[in-house]
Structures are given as C-alpha cells and as structure tokens.
C-alpha cells in the first residue's frame, strides 16, 4: 500500500496550488479518501473528504468555498485544488484512504508567505 502526495510548495497569500495524492497497492475505488493537515504545534485536522464514487465531498470550515477535493478512480489519485490561499493553510498535508483501516501518506508541505 502506497498514498504519494505531490504539489505542495510556497505560494504567496491569495494564490493558489492543486495537491494530488497518487495511490498504489490497494481498491482505491473502494475507500473514502480525505486531505489533512498539520500546522507545527498543532494537531492533523481533517479538512476535505470524498466519498467512493466522488459524489459526496465534506469540509472544513476554514477552507469551504476556498478548497475543492476531487478524485479520479482510473488514475486512482485524488486531488486538492486549493484556491485564495491564507498563511493559516500553511501545514503539512497529508492524504488518507479509509475503509476500516486507514492509510496515511507521508504528507507535502505548503507554505503560504510572502
């Protein structure tokens, strides 16, 4: 089992990114899958989840309006377009495949600055 993030980086506030979390050794089609984040001194939030098929998407409140979670069950990927971003998204974001158990990838760093 493998979840493999990508496109985190720095960004300047207002700006935007998209994450990807490519997934390997598993019916990813089967899982609900979700983004986290860890901001240093803080504790791994949920802020985004999907549900199997993608027809259901949940988020936190900080990001609504601003985030958007995708997935592709061909590509077995799933995405986080981050758009206006503030320097309060700055964290860790990691990806999270669950049914029963969970799997967790090894987290990108974005960091929102100028």
């Known amino acids: 089992v493998q979840l493999v993030e990508s496109g985190g980086g720095l960004v300047q506030p207002g700006g935007s990114l998209r994450l990807s979390c490519a997934a390997s050794?598993?019916?990813?089609?089967?899982?609900?899958m979700s983004w986290y984040r860890q901001a240093p001194g803080k504790e791994r939030d949920m802020v985004a989840g999907i549900t199997r098929a993608g027809g259901r998407t949940s988020y936190a409140d900080s990001v609504k309006g601003r985030f958007t979670i995708s997935r592709d069950n061909v590509k077995n990927t799933v995405y986080l377009q981050m758009n206006s971003l503030k320097p309060e998204d700055t964290a860790i974001y990691y990806c999270?495949?669950?049914?029963?158990?969970?799997?967790w990838g090894k987290g990108t760093l974005v960091t929102v600055s100028s």
């Open positions: 050794g598993f019916a990813f089609s089967s899982y609900y």
């Open positions: 999270k495949a669950s049914l029963g158990m969970d799997y």
